[in-house]
């Protein structure tokens, strides 16, 4: 057998479904070992980014490790952010990459830069294959790590002299499972004891709990005892935010209106937040707080964040043994205060929501998609100011209900995760909200959603500048200075696709464009004029106002 078809039979053989990729000549054997294939879906992005985050983003979803494909050269250095996506925010990636010749000189060193060296601080695991009958174990070895907790990235280099050899007894080793070990019953008393010696506990849920045996067993948990709980941005949804002891979403560190009943808090229940996502609070060794940290591995330890206790397994297993060693103790906590921060949350947050001005503020934009997306509906963020908008005053009914990146918290990512989100779930809504500095990064992929022949709505919010950069400058006491800029016009830009793009010039004119684009079929872009005028007074001053008056 070929290597290359060797190679995919591999793939295969680990259940891969789709390859994402910009192929090379380097590449051509693998891509013909593709085509015939007959498990396996070549989709050609426009950019080495784009077939990245896709592939990252059906790590995330699915649990199963994405496949994304480069040439070697400028095509491996451009998955370089993609790598780093998957591997700060826990995706399982693979990278394969192709590479001239590596027993015969073929272009001296055009083009050659040592991707397994550059790719090292970067992944779990790279090696360049030097030998085909090396293929079956390596590909074992890369998807086992690149799914192994914490899930991560992966990068495999493929010269095309090996891909081109031929292999006398090609072979795939059998894809053997594991089970998650479970916390020994000692550390769960532990935990169970520190509990139930708190007043005034708390459950924080992470982007590591992002799981659907962990999704049921949190609710139970929560549903039983009668503990709130407050989520990350990476972990909203896992529980549904309808629930009455749901407090918010720390989409902020700290001095957010949520971080009072935080810093009330005698202890937290931390279950799948690590330090890799931005903090939803800062510990302090001064403080009388407690934390537990519930998660597949030990915290790490940093000056904002110093666990108590490590309750280290499988999150559903733990999270399910605390329920029931505190059954009989449910609903005795102190939650009077909690409530009273909750309806504090909903009241601040409610505020502008209804205010039809235009453009249109973040706030209103939040709740409208809200009011007409479905509760199974499917928003995905890029990155931008919008973002702490969505985290704080959107509520998510189901898992994945809204897809945002806060661990390396790129721009640029936000359209190709859309169209992996609906390609893998044709039958509901899903809307793409970028600002317009982000999809400009990756807006080529447009092309991509058309030739997949996607139903998709994309919202493009138009205040040609940097926002979120703004917002910090003048947090910062600098000037506006450095970050403006002009936009084509998306509307014609979306045409030139063979898309429908819409300008609204109202809020109302907004409503009846976006329910009319969710209902139809194809991409639908919407160039959205937005105002963030209220930034600065809202998450700046008046929070940290707010948050002094009740420390006096």
């Known amino acids: 057998m070929k290597a290359s078809d060797l190679f995919i039979k591999a793939l295969e053989n680990e259940g891969v479904e789709y390859i994402f990729g910009l192929p090379g000549e380097e590449n051509l054997d693998i891509l013909e070992s593709i085509r015939k294939s007959d498990k396996i879906k070549m989709l050609l992005t426009r950019h ?37 996506y998957a591997q700060l925010g826990a995706m399982p990636l693979v990278i394969i990459t192709g590479q001239k010749p590596i027993k015969t000189s073929k272009q001296g060193k055009f083009q050659i830069v040592d991707v397994v060296e550059m790719m090292e601080p970067l992944t ?44 006398k007894k090609p072979y795939v080793f059998d894809v053997v499972d594991f089970k998650i070990p479970h916390a020994i019953p000692e550390t769960i008393i532990g935990a169970a004891n520190m ?26 948990f929560v549903d039983a005892l009668g503990i709130p709980f407050f989520n990350t941005q990476m972990g909203k949804g896992i529980i549904d935010e309808r629930h009455p002891l749901y407090l918010g979403t720390a989409a902020l560190s700290d001095y957010d209106f949520l971080h009072e009943a935080i810093r009330s808090a005698d202890l937290i229940i931390n279950v799948g937040h690590d330090t890799i996502e931005k903090p939803p609070f800062f510990m302090n060794p001064e403080d009388n707080r407690k934390v537990i940290h519930v998660n597949f591995f030990p915290a790490e330890i940093d000056e904002v964040y110093f666990p108590q206790l490590n309750v280290i397994g499988d999150i559903a297993t733990s999270i399910s043994k605390l329920t029931e060693a505190l059954k009989p103790d449910a609903n005795q906590w102190d939650l009077e205060f909690f409530l009273e921060v909750k309806n504090n949350v909903t009241n601040h947050l409610s505020k502008y929501e209804k205010d039809d001005r235009f453009p249109i503020l973040p706030q209103r934009l939040v709740k409208i998609t809200r009011e007409i997306l479905p509760d199974n509906g499917m928003v995905t963020l890029d990155n931008g100011m919008y973002k702490i908008w969505f985290a704080r005053n959107y509520p998510v009914y189901a898992q994945n209900g809204l897809i945002l990146d806060n661990a390396l918290a790129t721009m640029g990512a936000g359209l190709a995760s859309a169209i992996m989100v609906k390609e893998l779930n044709p039958d509901k809504k899903v809307v793409s909200v970028n600002g317009d500095g982000g999809f400009m990064m990756n807006s080529q992929e447009l092309e991509t959603a058309m030739r997949m022949q996607l139903d998709l709505v994309v919202i493009i919010l138009n205040d040609s500048a940097y926002g979120m950069i703004k917002w910090k400058q003048e947090d910062e006491g600098f000037k506006d200075f450095g970050l403006d800029y002009t936009n084509p016009d998306f509307v014609k830009y979306a045409e030139s696709f063979g898309a429908k793009g819409y300008r609204p010039d109202s809020v109302e004119n907004f409503k009846d464009i976006f329910k009319k684009a969710l209902d139809s079929k194809g991409i639908h872009l919407i160039d959205l004029a937005v105002d963030y005028s209220l930034n600065h007074e809202i998450l700046n001053v008046l929070i940290k106002e707010f948050s002094e008056t009740l420390k006096k």
């Open 48 to 84: 080495e980014q784009g077939a990245g985050f896709m592939a990252a983003t059906y790590g995330r979803l699915t649990g199963k490790a994405g496949v994304c494909m480069s040439t070697l050269g400028p095509g491996a250095t451009n998955m370089v952010t993609p790598a780093v």
């Open 195 to 220: 509990i139930k010696k708190a007043n005034m506990p708390l459950l924080l849920i992470g982007a590591g709990a992002n799981r659907k045996r962990a999704c049921k067993a949190l609710t139970e």
């Open 124 to 167: 779990k695991f790279t090696k360049q294959v030097t030998h085909s009958e090396h293929i079956p174990s390596i590909i074992r070895e890369a998807f086992r790590l690149a799914q192994e907790e914490r899930p991560g990235t992966v990068h495999i280099e493929l010269p095309e002299d090996i891909a081109r050899e031929d292999i």
